[in-house]
Every structure is written in C-alpha cells, then in structure tokens.
C-alpha cells in the first residue's frame, strides 16, 4: 500500500511541476493557453502521459530501500550516535518505542519538497547485531556510513589511536 501511496504522490507531483512548466513559457511567449492541447504536436500529451505514469510507478522501486546497520554492541549503546548523527543531518526524532526509532526532517520546507516521505525508520531486528534502517535510498546510505564511523570515533581504544 506504502508503494501505491508514493507513486501516486510522484505523479500528482510531476502533473503539477508540468503544468507549472508550461504556464511559465506559454506566459514568457505570450501565447493564449486557453487551448491547452494546441500547444503540443498530435499524441505528444499521450506521450508524455505515459512517461509520467511510467516513471511514478518505477520510481519508488529505486528511491526508497531498506539498508543493514551492522553493530557491534548493543543497541543501546547505538542509541546516542544515531541520534547525534541524524540530528546533524538535520532529522529529529518523532516516533520511539521499543523496536523502533523513526525520523523526519526537522524543517517543512524539505518535508514539502519530499511530499512527506522523508521517514528514516530504525527497526531493531531480530538478530541483535543487525539494525534495519529504512527510507530514501540516498539518505539511508549515507546515515548508515556515518553512524558507523561516528561510533567507532567515539569508542576507539587506546591501541587505534596509536598509544
């Protein structure tokens, strides 16, 4: 349900950000729009509709992935690098229980530019080294890498630092 919910947001988001386009350079050259289709060749809106449509249904296969936090310690331990970590890539905290932690960006204007689905979610699993961590492709990667090198920064022994 999750993925139909995103690939219809995607493709009310391109229909807008199209008409948008369109208003804009019909405006710059002056043109009346009040025949919306003479502005495009024969079977071009079709076209483009179907490009639409194809792109908001594969979209979500590729932008949103569950990525793996391998740990080396309790969860617990984890806690306060995965909240000093997302907390300076600019998430807060909105859900904790006991099982999971989930995120979302601290300011609107990237929740909007996001259509809302900017949760990163923490879902402690089964194996208790193992995290699940699930959202945007992009930002699950890259807080996964920091959150792993922030903590081996905060706990490193005498040995590593070259003692």
Known sequence: MKYLIRSAKYL?????LFFVIVLVIS????QDITDFQSLF??????KISIIFVVIAAVYPLFGFKKNRLNIDDDFENYYETIVETMENYGYELSIKDETKLV??????????A????????FCITEDPKVIDVDGPYKDTVRVV????YNYRMEHRTGEEDGQ
Do not use: C, Q
Request: charged residues 20%; aromatic residues 16%.
């Open 27 to 30: 405006f710059m050259n002056h």
């Open 103 to 112: 995120f979302r960006a601290s300011k609107p204007s990237i929740r909007f």
């Open 114 to 121: 996001r259509m809302w689905e900017d949760a990163i979610t």
């Open 41 to 46: 060749i024969d079977g071009a809106l079709a």
């Open 12 to 16: 009310l988001y391109f229909v807008i």
């Open 145 to 148: 890498r920091a959150i792993s």
